[in-house]
């Protein structure tokens, strides 16, 4: 419905204020950015005031505001509020009437959910155009020589003017020359030229036209134009940036004189600089177009000229340079917004906060320039915060967000914090742990500030969280200090106390007053004092003591007191023409200070019938210049100067030679001087002699103590007669300063362009930018064209400036440059450095950067270690961050003393480090863990019960050994025979060489059947049979391997697969063929397998010998009993008992190695020649250790 009113409006308001075409408003948005800083409403143009600020979050309410007041929310005849929050500003009202309090300076303020923010303000102006300020007036100019005509007008917006002649606008030719500040130069007239001139006004508000001017041009003698001159010089001008400047110099002369520009500076003139005959003009004026101009009109084949010169000076509104940036940080915490602009004038910051003015205060402070801090932060510190620059030609500003981040489980606020004054430099502050999570508090900080004053230093104390007391030291007596308290947990801050306001109690004053004497009659001496300000008193004055005595009765000395509000006192019955001495001291409740130094004062000796009923006091700072002729007093008011009329001063010339009656002393010159006066030039003095100067105050009663300075002028030059007079010569142009370090500034200058004077020396002027204490301010000489300047402070910014020095006259000095000095190391460490034991392994530091940082501090290096004598190289190290001013230092040893000091880094390096200071860490206290001790109790339960369960399963499996006996093993006698008969000696040769294998592995049951009822020789008649069937007349080895392992029945039938496996893999050779049948690789039958196993029966664990039998081609058969081969080591993995033999069931199996395939080894050896190669080591055998050997064997055929 808001927006059909709106558009229902604008309809009607094109209807009644004009055509078509300005029906569209003017649009102009508010932000906080840059933009226009001025707007017209023209007539029958709309104006729309946008307020678009750019914030986040939707703004809910938007107030706008004139000239800083709020504007009415019904709007009003002018004044029309949009639904969108935008305002109209209508160019006439409805009835036609001409707006009336519209114009003036508009901004918006937006507030949202997080905050408010405000606009920059825009000036809205009225189209108007004033009277003539000047118009055209008649012009008598002879043939060839140039007219001038000039209109001088105001309007908003600028006003554009052209001219007429006769009624018809003047052509378009370069002798006529239309300024743009309303000059018509017309160049080398001639008769056509002679008409009524007029100019013509005109901008959106209305139309003007000037008064006729006439222009006759005569004929006849030139006589006056044969000099040069500039008839119109250039005119001093303030042009804001951004508009068209013009600077014109209009000259004549017989010849046409030639006109030159150039800059007072020495700088070329920029190029965007147009020449319009001879005028300069700049379109677009910036700030680089400011200056001074100077224009020269030389006469041609002369050196005859003439100068004019005039100052371009260009403000511009502010800008914002580096804006504050926005900033998330936790509670407790320091925010910092640094805002810097630019502008000319300089622009003035102040700050805002939700659209309100910020003002220092116990937490929160504005330093110079643009920068503002706040301490503590807590949660109403949350909002938006703007930079706003102002100069007067505008606004700028910029918007920075703060977000307050609060964690859970902070500690609330400490409570009922109080402070007891101890003395009047000491205080007591206690105060009780937080209501919640008081257990979580790791320290406390207690800060500290003066009530009074809005720019004092904060000063924080941090203390560990075994104490709720701190004794506060170093305060100044009878002042106003406020304090509160913050906790702090490994989360973080909690919010301050409330904070709370003691005054310090008094002490004696620190120093006397000061004490003026004075005589009223022969009797009576008067003595004045000044009140000692509150910092000296040290409290409320009561009472001041005078002493007084003779001088030739220094022991008897009297005293009288008066009342503390009392100013004067008069001693009285005292001796005439007597000294006495006197002195004084002011005293509090507490006592008496320190009395002054003893002063004398004569008594007069006759009754003087002036009014001496008041007393002034003689002005303070007086200090005198000297040069060769001159001296230059200056001195500060008097501390009563309200009773001063004006002031006299007096010079005396002081005779050098001195006679036995003392000095002799020339006429003395007295000068009444205002009571405003403050310096005072004496001149006509002679060189190198001594004067006396006197400054007092005086009203119309008395005359007041007098000041004194006593002094010798400067030597005189060694010359004999003064020079002529001489213009003073130019300063040096084109002035570059360059940093050359940290202490040095090299500064370079080129000589004046228009010099008369010859220059000899130049002085430099060095001193810290905006500095006003003349201290400060150095003076160098140099003969060159440069020089280095050496000494500075490091990152200090200067200010120099260059003057030229002729023989006896010196020049201006020059326009000042601005250079920074390059940072260096700094050259003090950090202060106050403060330790406290926050636990058994944390100590919390804390300090305050250096007085001399020389730059920008970018770490803080922190050296601990807990052995001072310990080189520094072995110290432990912690780095932090430029900005923090505190640090937790965690890892450390309970108990222990630790030793800390810190150092100051900048980009150039590191600087001192601080005097070592100690802290000493607690024991450690500790405390049950439940969860841990219940984690113990349940492992060891688990353990026990795996241990019960293993040891029932353990007697368990030794019931089932106790089963089988221990058998008896006897010697094995192997005969070798074919068929049943022994084995021949004539053997037949054979291709293959076979070994055959008797093992017994640990539960050799591979069928799983029982031993059968079978007698050994029944056993071995089989198993000779076996061998029989695969001896050839090769030489056949064989090896009947007895093993013998005590092990559980469950392990045998493992390890007697895993050997079969292990000797199915090892018997495999690439020189072997497979292509042989051996009958040995055929499986036994069960009759013969039984006869095996009998045969393990008979052997006892104890005498299981390992035979070997070898057959040859001769039929010789060969045994070996128990004795190991030479050479052999025993084999690895052997498995040993508990020392005894166990009833286990020993079981002995004759097998045959065979192939992957199933298929007997088979090779072609020589005749006579059978190579045995990793034959298994006989095994150790002995009471209680049993071995078990399995060994690949490979056999070689040449």
């Given at each position: 419905m808001a927006v059909e009113s709106t558009i229902w409006l604008f309809c009607l308001l094109s209807l009644f204020c004009g055509p078509s075409k300005q029906e569209k408003?003017?649009?102009?948005?508010?932000?906080?950015?840059?933009?226009?800083?001025?707007?017209?409403?023209?007539?029958?143009?709309?104006?729309?005031?946008?307020?678009?600020?750019?914030?986040?979050?939707?703004?809910?309410?938007?107030?706008?505001?004139?000239?800083?007041?709020?504007?009415?929310?019904?709007?009003?005849?002018?004044?029309?509020?949009?639904?969108?929050?935008?305002?109209?500003?209508?160019?006439?009202s409805k009835d036609g009437r001409s707006p009336q309090g519209v114009e003036g300076g508009y901004s918006c303020v937006s507030a949202s959910v997080l905050g408010a923010l405000t606009s920059r303000t825009v000036n809205v102006l009225l189209a108007s155009l004033s009277k003539f300020h000047q118009q055209p007036s008649p012009q008598t100019v002879p043939a060839g020589g140039n007219a001038r005509f000039e209109c001088q007008i105001e309007g908003v917006p600028t006003p554009f003017i052209t001219w007429e002649k006769d009624t018809v606008?003047?052509?378009?030719?370069?002798?006529?020359?239309?300024?743009?500040?309303?000059?018509?130069?017309?160049?080398?007239?001639?008769?056509?030229?002679?008409?009524?001139?007029?100019?013509?006004?005109?901008?959106?508000?209305?139309?003007?036209?000037?008064h006729e001017a006439r222009l006759t041009v005569t004929t006849g003698s030139t006589e006056v134009l044969n000099g040069v001159a500039i008839v119109a010089p250039p005119q001093n001008a303030t042009v804001v940036l951004g508009r068209p400047a013009v600077m014109e110099c209009m000259a004549q002369g017989q010849p046409k004189p030639l006109v030159s520009w150039s800059r007072q500076d020495g700088k070329p003139i920029s190029t965007d600089v147009v020449v319009l005959a001879t005028n300069l003009v700049i379109r677009d004026t910036r700030p680089l177009h400011a200056g001074v101009y100077v224009c020269r009109a030389n006469k041609p084949k002369t050196r005859e000229f003439v100068i004019a010169a005039a100052e371009l000076h260009v403000p511009a509104p502010p800008v914002i340079l580096q804006p504050p940036e926005t900033a998330s940080l936790s509670r407790g915490n320091t925010a910092r917004f640094v805002c810097n602009s630019s502008g000319e004038p300089p622009p003035v910051l102040h700050w805002l906060k939700d659209g309100h003015p910020i003002k220092s205060f116990r937490r929160v402070k504005t330093q110079s320039p643009g920068v503002l801090l706040i301490n503590q932060l807590a949660l109403e510190d949350e909002g938006y915060y703007q930079c706003i620059a102002d100069n007067g030609l505008g606004t700028a500003c910029a918007t920075a967000k703060l977000t307050v981040i609060v964690r859970e489980g902070l500690p609330s606020s400490p409570r009922h914090l109080s402070a007891t004054p101890y003395s009047s430099t000491t205080a007591l502050l206690i105060w009780e742990k937080p209501e919640y999570n008081s257990d979580?508090?790791?320290?406390?900080?207690?800060?500290?500030?003066?009530?009074?004053?809005?720019?004092?230093?904060?000063?924080?104390?941090?203390?560990?969280?075994?104490?709720?007391?701190?004794?506060?030291?170093?305060?100044?007596?009878?002042?106003?200090?406020?304090?509160?308290?913050?906790?702090?947990?490994?989360?973080?801050?909690?919010?301050?106390?409330?904070?709370?306001?003691?005054?310090?109690l008094e002490d004696v004053p620190s120093v006397p007053p000061q004490l003026s004497i004075a005589s009223t009659s022969p009797t009576d001496i008067r003595l004045m004092w000044h009140p000692l300000s509150s910092q000296l008193s040290r409290g409320a004055v009561t009472s001041y003591r005078i002493e007084y005595s003779t001088v030739d009765q220094v022991d008897s000395v009297f005293s009288v007191e008066v009342g503390g509000n009392e100013t004067q006192f008069t001693l009285r019955e005292l001796q005439p023409?007597?000294?006495?001495?006197?002195?004084?001291?002011?005293?509090?409740?507490?006592?008496?200070?320190?009395?002054?130094?003893?002063?004398?004062?004569?008594?007069?000796?006759?009754f003087n019938h002036s009014d001496h009923s008041m007393v002034i006091f003689a002005p303070t700072e007086l200090k005198v210049r000297a040069r060769v002729n001159t001296l230059n007093v200056t001195w500060h008011p008097t501390p009563n100067h309200t009773l001063v009329s004006g002031?006299?001063?007096?010079c005396r010339e002081v005779e050098a030679d001195e006679s036995a009656n003392g000095e002799r002393t020339t006429q003395t010159h007295t000068i009444r001087l205002r009571k405003k006066a403050r310096y005072h030039l004496l001149t006509g003095l002679l060189p190198d002699r001594q004067y006396e100067v006197r400054v007092w105050a005086f009203n119309k009663q008395i005359d007041g103590a007098a000041a004194m300075w006593n002094g010798r002028t400067d030597k005189a030059h060694d010359r004999t007669s003064l020079p002529p007079m001489r213009p003073p010569p130019l300063p040096p142009s084109s002035i570059q300063a360059m940093a050359n370090s940290s202490t040095s500034i090299w500064l370079r200058w080129e000589k004046p362009r228009f010099s008369n004077v010859r220059i000899i020396n130049y002085t430099v002027r060095c001193s810290p930018a905006g500095t006003t204490n003349a201290s400060l301010v150095s003076y160098y000489t140099s003969s060159a064209q440069e020089i280095q300047l050496g000494a500075l402070r490091p990152f200090t910014r200067y200010e120099l400036a260059v003057q030229s020095n002729g023989v006896d006259v010196v020049g201006p000095f020059s326009g000042t440059v601005e250079e920074s000095t390059l940072s260096d190391r700094p050259s003090t460490p950090p202060e106050e450095l403060q330790l406290s034991a926050l636990d058994s392994s944390s100590v919390l530091a804390s300090w305050r950067p250096p007085l001399e940082p020389n730059g920008i501090i970018i770490s803080y290096r922190i050296l601990f270690s807990g052995n001072l004598s310990q080189p520094e190289h072995l110290w432990e190290i912690l780095s932090q961050e430029g900005s923090i001013t505190s640090v937790e230092v965690q890892g450390l040893s309970s108990g222990t003393r630790y030793f800390f000091k810190l150092g100051a880094s900048t980009e150039m390096g590191s600087g001192p480090y601080s005097p070592i200071k100690d802290v000493h860490t607690p024991l450690q206290k500790y405390e049950l863990d439940i969860h841990a001790v219940t984690g113990i109790i349940v492992g060891v339960c688990l353990g026990l019960i795996c241990i019960l369960l293993c040891m029932c399963f353990s007697f368990r499996n030794g019931k089932s050994r106790e089963v089988s006996g221990v058998l008896d093993s006897t010697a094995v006698t192997l005969q070798y025979r074919r068929g049943g008969c022994l084995v021949s000696t004539n053997v037949p040769e054979c291709s293959d060489s076979h070994e055959?294998?008797?093992?017994?592995?640990?539960?050799?049951?591979?069928?799983?059947?029982?031993?059968?009822?079978?007698?050994?020789?029944?056993?071995l008649?089989?198993?000779?049979?076996?061998?029989?069937?695969?001896?050839?007349?090769?030489?056949?080895?064989?090896?009947?391997?007895?093993?013998?392992?005590?092990?559980?029945?469950?392990r045998e039938k493992e390890e007697e697969g895993s050997e079969r496996e292990k000797d199915s893999n090892t018997t495999r050779g690439p020189s072997l063929s497979e292509d042989r049948y051996s009958p040995l690789s055929q499986p036994s039958p069960p009759g013969e397998r039984d006869a095996l196993k009998k045969l393990s029966l008979a052997q006892s664990p104890s005498s299981l010998p390992l035979i070997k039998l070898v057959a040859n081609h001769n039929g010789e058969r060969q045994g070996t009993g128990d004795q190991p081969s030479a050479g052999i080591e025993p084999q690895q993995g052997i498995r040993l008992t508990n020392g005894f033999h166990s009833p286990k069931t020993v079981r002995s199996v004759l097998r045959s190695e065979h192939l992957e395939n199933g298929d007997s080894r088979h090779c072609h050896s020589a005749p006579g020649k059978a190579i045995s190669t990793g034959l298994s080591p006989a095994p150790f055998v002995s009471s209680g250790l049993v071995h078990s050997t399995s060994a690949a064997h490979s056999y070689l055929c040449p």
């Open positions: 408003p003017v649009s102009v948005e508010l932000s906080c950015g840059a933009g226009p800083s001025h707007v017209v409403l023209e007539p029958g143009l709309p104006l729309l005031l946008d307020c678009n600020l750019g914030a986040s979050e939707a703004a809910f309410n938007i107030t706008w505001l004139q000239d800083g007041q709020p504007l009415p929310r019904e709007g009003g005849d002018f004044l029309q509020y949009l639904a969108n929050g935008s305002l109209l500003v209508l160019p006439t606008a003047v052509p378009e030719e370069t002798r006529l020359i239309s300024l743009l500040n309303g000059v018509l130069q017309i160049l080398e007239v001639t008769k056509e030229d002679e008409g009524a001139y007029r100019c013509v006004v005109s901008n959106s508000a209305r139309k003007d036209i000037s979580q508090i790791i320290g406390y900080s207690v800060h500290c500030q003066r009530a009074a004053g809005s720019d004092n230093v904060e000063y924080q104390y941090a203390m560990n969280n075994d104490t709720t007391e701190y004794h506060v030291k170093e305060l100044l007596a009878h002042t106003a200090y406020t304090f509160f308290v913050v906790a702090y947990s490994p989360m973080g801050a909690s919010r301050p106390s409330l904070p709370v306001t003691v005054e310090m023409n007597h000294a006495y001495r006197l002195r004084i001291a002011a005293g509090t409740e507490v006592g008496f200070g320190v009395p002054s130094e003893w002063a004398q004062h004569q008594t007069l000796a006759h002031y006299k001063l007096s055959l294998e008797t093992l017994m592995p640990s539960g050799s049951q591979e069928s799983g059947q029982p031993l059968e009822e079978a007698t050994e020789e029944q056993s008649m089989d198993l000779e049979d076996r061998l029989c069937i695969s001896v050839c007349s090769n030489q056949v080895e064989a090896e009947v391997i007895v093993h013998s392992e005590l092990s559980e029945p469950g």
